[in-house]
């Protein structure tokens, strides 16, 4: 059973990058398709990117495509998470997690991470 640690979440100013990270541990994360969610209060938990198992299929939406930008490091056991042009509305807290097949609904996901929050504000 894997698990997942996020980190890099903090409050960045509209227009501004941040870069999420997901640590892995307690498995094997080539062995898993990784996704990054984020929840916004009173929202339902949206997916913004999922990877495939060596990084040769990649899923965004419309809403966050030529934004972000998600890769993967199977040596390191790391997912992250690249956030570029950052809006209001990308405020949420953001999740990673993994799944055992290719997957962009959130409720396929296995295993999740506790989340890191990302504000965008002024």
């Known amino acids: 059973q894997v698990q997942l640690v996020e980190s890099g979440g903090r409050l960045v100013q509209p227009g501004g990058s941040l870069r999420l990270s997901c640590a892995a541990s307690?498995?094997?994360?080539?062995?898993?398709?990784m996704g990054w969610f984020r929840q916004a209060p009173g929202k339902e938990r949206e997916t913004v990117a999922s990877i495939s198992w060596n990084g040769g299929k990649i899923y965004y939406p419309e809403s966050v495509k030529g934004r972000f930008t998600v890769s993967r490091d199977n040596a390191e056991n790391m997912v992250y998470l690249q956030m570029n042009s950052l809006v209001p509305d990308d405020t949420a807290i953001y999740y990673c997690?993994?799944?055992?097949?290719?997957?962009?609904?959130?409720?396929?996901?296995?295993?999740w991470g506790q989340g890191t929050q990302v504000t965008v504000s002024s």
């Open positions: 307690g498995g094997t994360l080539r062995s898993y398709v």
């Open positions: 997690a993994a799944a055992g097949g290719l997957y962009r609904d959130p409720r396929h996901y296995d295993y």
